[in-house]
């Protein structure tokens, strides 16, 4: 059965298969955001480009912060200096040692009830829920024990294969000798 174009049938199998790939992609909240420039990040990686939706709406300080970082350009050639098979790819320490971070104050916590699911780009931070400052990870699969523990503030909709890709670490520690780096990462409003 072929749908026109205004048909109320079409309407929702587009609005189905949209929904679908969202969920496919891990974006669920970050679809509107996703097509916003100004709240989009490109992290172009050696393998290939990776795409996160930013949301503001849950953590405006941490976005704020990552767009600073991001035009400063501050996260090019950073490290994955922490990659643990099944659960998270971090990075955003300048050292490589995963005790660094940028130069501005550590940021206030911004928990949300936002899960922890393929594709989350949350903020790394010790033991000091408002010590957050430059270091984020993203998630490979569900991590819910991380849930309103620490600050999503993106998700990745397009390109996690690159993130999956990334090398792995040391069982355990998950520190990674001669890891993969962020080659650039820009706010998607300032590329041209």
């Known amino acids: 059965m072929a749908f026109s174009p205004r048909s109320p049938l079409r ?3 587009l609005a189905l298969g949209l929904g679908l790939s969202l969920s496919a992609a891990g974006g669920g909240g970050a679809s509107a955001q996703a097509s916003d420039p100004e709240n989009t990040l490109i992290m172009t990686l050696e393998s290939g480009q990776v795409t996160i939706a930013m949301r503001p709406d849950l953590a405006p300080n941490h976005v704020e912060r990552i767009k600073t970082l991001a035009r400063e350009n501050f996260y090019d050639g950073v490290v994955f200096h922490r990659v643990i098979d099944g659960f998270m ?4 320490d300048p050292t490589g040692t995963g005790s660094g971070g940028s130069e501005y104050p550590d940021l206030g916590q911004e928990f949300s009830d936002a899960s922890h699911v393929r594709g989350t780009v949350s903020m790394a931070r010790t033991s000091d829920p408002n010590s957050a400052n430059s270091q984020f990870f993203i998630v490979f699969d569900q991590a819910p024990h991380l849930n309103a523990q620490y600050t999503v503030w993106g998700n990745v ?3 996690m294969e690159h993130i999956d890709a990334l090398k ?6 998950g520190a990674v000798s001669n890891p993969d780096h962020i080659v650039s990462m820009r706010v998607q409003a300032d590329v041209k």
């Open 11 to 13: 309407r929702m199998a």
């Open 89 to 92: 790819a971090q990075t955003g």
């Open 157 to 159: 909709v397009d390109g």
């Open 168 to 173: 792995r670490g040391a069982p355990g520690s």
